[in-house]
């Protein structure tokens, strides 16, 4: 049914749509001018500017369709698969200008009045161009979402470079043609002006030779690793067939680009892309079925009603209406110093805990919560559980998100008490038990790793053991801030009460948890994995990322070494695919990315502000980012700083590498060499890979070391011992014929020698203990 919309904001959403899609289509011409010399820089801003654009477009398509009361469907798939899109870290530009055709297609409800359509086989017809519409972006979505994930790796997208290409000329193709139908409907059954739809079409048609055009380079050589891939194709009798059926042919053209194809890929680059495409699809729906419906809610919100709110006053903007009148009766603009806002709202809640207890004649249920909230020392931790970027400000959109947040059967006071001792300790529990699993994954990879013989999956675990070791620094920040789990032992508040609430919290994540690690398999290969937790927690990481973690790396665990107790006996390990060692690898490597990005993003608003940024770091959240940021700093720390230069370059392709360097070279003279600042700069990922090669067999060295210095202290030992036992017999054959008296005397000797031997144990084991810490 359609809904009731003022005719003046219909009008402003059509031309609104339409001037959107004007200005994506000169940014897309700009796009097609460029050709390869312009910078990767360059072409990114593009791409998020048209993003941005498309962003703006499908909300005022969204006001159509609701007025209208058609098309909604493919409006709400559109703006889906649009967000997707836009959260991923790296958008390739031949992708991103096929959201321009699609949105072209569906901003065409912009033509359509649904009061003077009253042909109800033209009604029927154009819905049918619609579901078509519908069913052609979903495969669209879906094609992306495997080209930045499954095949992501160079030597795929280099061996099926031409079936991309042709996918992607395909949907553009169907897109154009869907909307001329549309409009050809438009034309004869309706008032529509014809001469406007007529320059829509021919503007169309202009813009999809440009997307063709850039489309095209898909399959353009651009690095050498490209051209020096290429020489192997053509140097195999029958060419580019032949080595995608052969596996020892695409191994040879992965090593090339230095890159690890395990057996699940080589699959995939051996299936027809149709059908691999269509064998996803199905689970793919399913994603976008999921969080359809949040995704239209945060699309349909209505501007015009915050605009209103404002008008009337900043305290209207607050949804909660208790809390209205708060904000109100204060004065507060749209935003409030954190200090100020926590002990105000403290203030509030103990004068109602009072009121309510004078007024009914017995406290309140969660009156137990006033001592904590009482407690000003707590009040930091509150105030960082609302200010989502640390500005030590809090913002009206940042104390709603925060109530929503909130579970249902719990109040106000007791959400605020949870954030100022129950946060933190859940965190730490989930940090001491990462530490156990890393441990117990390590040893069991490590073993794996000393017996395979193949030289790719050597590498491949090397890369996950240096993602572990990633982890073991960033649950470390209880040893940087000190954090102390009896810190609040002098403090009477209910302790059973609290733990209700971290139990709760604790059962509603881990819920929440499971069912996205459900829906993706266990394994996170972008950020748009983890959307839900955007969803919920808005941009704040660290709410969910290390008990999630801990969730990850139980089902590694299992993976690695079965199900129940870690057990050493090597018949209990499971066998785990090369499939499933990269599948872990790269699930750890998405994650640990998104944990540094949010702190770098943080850093970046201290450094603004002129704060102290390992101040707010040791202080902000709990400090849960104190382990990770001293690492980073820590330069002499080699094997993390490889591990953050690798988690940095994920999102970056070879072109992207080589072009970069050229940039740099190109702007020296041609006899000029490059400065050794400047090649430390240009650092390709290549280089990064054999870095960590490097490192990891350091790190293989350092473990051969351990073991040598342990057997060659029992072998001391031992000999130790047995020097003793012969002079013992020694001195027993020269004292036998001496008096009671001296042996009595002995007695003590060998009592003494006792002493001496223990400490002089202690002292070599001391020395031992201390060696291999240096180690």
């Known amino acids: 049914m359609s809904t009731s919309i003022e005719p003046s904001a219909i009008a402003n959403a059509q031309k609104v749509s339409k001037d959107v899609l004007d200005k994506v289509g000169k940014l897309i011409s700009e796009a097609e001018k460029s050709g390869k010399q312009e910078s990767k820089e360059k072409s990114n801003q593009r791409t998020r500017k048209i993003l941005d654009a498309l962003q703006e477009g499908v909300k005022y398509a969204a006001i159509i369709a609701e007025a209208n009361d058609i098309a909604k469907a493919v ?61 052609l972006i979903t495969k669209f979505g879906n094609f992306a979402e495997k080209y930045y994930t499954k095949f992501k790796l160079a030597v795929v997208r280099f061996l099926k470079a031409d079936e991309f290409k042709a996918e992607l000329e395909d949907f553009t193709k169907e897109s154009q043609s869907i909307e001329q139908q549309i409009m050809t409907l438009l034309q004869l059954h309706t008032a529509v002006v014809t001469s406007e739809t007529n320059e829509e079409i021919r503007n169309v048609s202009k813009d999809v030779d440009s997307i063709l055009k850039i489309v095209s380079r898909l399959s353009d050589l651009e690095t050498e690793k490209e051209k020096q891939a290429k020489r192997i194709v053509e140097a195999t009798p029958g060419g580019l067939e032949v080595v995608l059926g052969d596996e020892a042919k695409i191994k040879e053209v992965a090593k090339v680009f ?70 109100e009766a204060h004065k507060w603009k749209t935003s409030v110093k954190s200090k100020l806002f926590v002990d105000e709202i403290c203030g509030y809640f103990r004068s109602d805990f009072l009121k309510h207890s004078s007024g009914q004649g017995e406290p309140r249920k969660d009156n137990w919560t006033l001592p904590i909230l009482t407690r000003v020392m707590f009040h930091p931790a509150i105030a960082d559980a609302i200010d989502d970027d640390g500005s030590g400000y809090i913002s009206a959109h940042e104390f709603n998100t925060f109530l929503k947040q909130k579970p249902t059967n719990w109040t106000v006071p007791e959400w605020f008490a949870f954030w100022a001792l129950g946060w933190q300790e859940t965190v730490w529990d989930s940090s001491c038990d990462i530490s156990n699993l890393v441990d117990q994954i390590r040893k069991t990879t490590e073993k794996v790793r000393a017996k395979t013989t193949d030289e790719g999956l050597k590498d491949l675990l090397g890369y996950y053991l240096e993602d572990l070791s990633l982890v073991e620094e960033m649950v470390s920040w209880d040893d940087v801030t000190g954090y102390d789990t009896d810190f609040p032992t002098d403090l009477e508040y209910d302790e059973d009460e609290l733990e209700r609430l971290c139990d709760e919290f604790n059962a509603a994540n881990n819920e929440l948890f499971g069912k ?22 808005d941009d704040r990481i660290e709410v969910w990322f290390i008990p999630f973690l801990l969730e990850v790396l139980k089902r590694h665990n299992t993976t690695v070494n079965g199900p129940g107790e870690s057990d050493d006996s090597e018949d209990k390990t499971p066998k785990v695919t090369d499939d499933k060692w990269e599948e872990m690898d790269v699930t750890l490597t998405v994650l640990l990315y998104e944990f540094h990005a949010r702190m770098k993003w943080l850093l970046r608003g201290w450094r603004v502000q002129k704060l102290d940024s390992k101040l707010q770091v040791n202080s902000f959240s709990g400090g849960v980012f104190a382990g990770w940021y001293e690492a980073y700093m820590d330069k002499s720390k080699e094997d993390f700083q490889s591990g953050i230069e690798m988690l940095e370059s994920y999102y970056q392709d070879e072109s992207e590498d080589e072009s970069e360097e050229a940039e740099d070279n190109s702007e020296k003279g041609d006899d000029e060499e490059p400065s050794h600042a400047d090649s430390n700069k240009a650092t390709s990922s290549s280089e ?34 047995g020097n003793k036992i012969k002079t013992s017999k020694n001195r027993n054959q020269t004292q036998d014929n001496e008096s009671g008296n001296e042996e009595h005397g002995e007695g003590q000797d060998s009592e003494v020698e006792d002493e001496e031997h223990e400490e002089g144990q202690d002292s070599e084991d001391s020395e031992n203990n201390a060696t291999c810490a240096g180690i």
């Open 75 to 135: 409006v709400g798939v559109f703006a889906n698969i649009l967000e997707r899109e836009v959260k991923r870290r790296k958008n390739n530009e031949e992708i991103v200008v096929i959201y321009h055709v699609l949105a072209s297609a569906t901003f065409c409800i912009r033509y359509i009045d649904k009061a003077k359509i009253s042909d109800e086989s033209l009604n029927q017809e154009l819905k049918s161009h619609f579901d078509t519409m519908e069913e």
């Open 516 to 537: 996205v690690l459900e829906q993706s398999g266990g394994k996170i290969e972008e950020s748009t994995d983890i959307a839900a937790f955007q969803q919920k927690f």
């Open 258 to 327: 230095k890159e690890y194809v395990s057996a699940d890929t080589t699959r995939m680059i051996q299936e027809d892309l149709n059908e691999f495409l269509r064998g996803s699809l199905a689970e793919f729906t399913q994603k976008l079925m999921d969080s359809n419906d949040i995704v239209i809610a945060n699309v349909l919100d209505s501007r015009t009603e915050i605009m209103k709110k404002l008008n009337s006053g900043p305290h209207n903007l607050i949804e909660d209406e208790e809390f209205r009148v708060v904000w």
């Open 688 to 721: 990064i890979i054999e870095l960590r090669k490097s490192i990891t067999e350091i790190q293989e060295s350092l473990s051969e070391l351990r073991k040598s210095v342990t057997e060659l202290t029992k072998m001391m030992q031992s000999m130790r011992k």
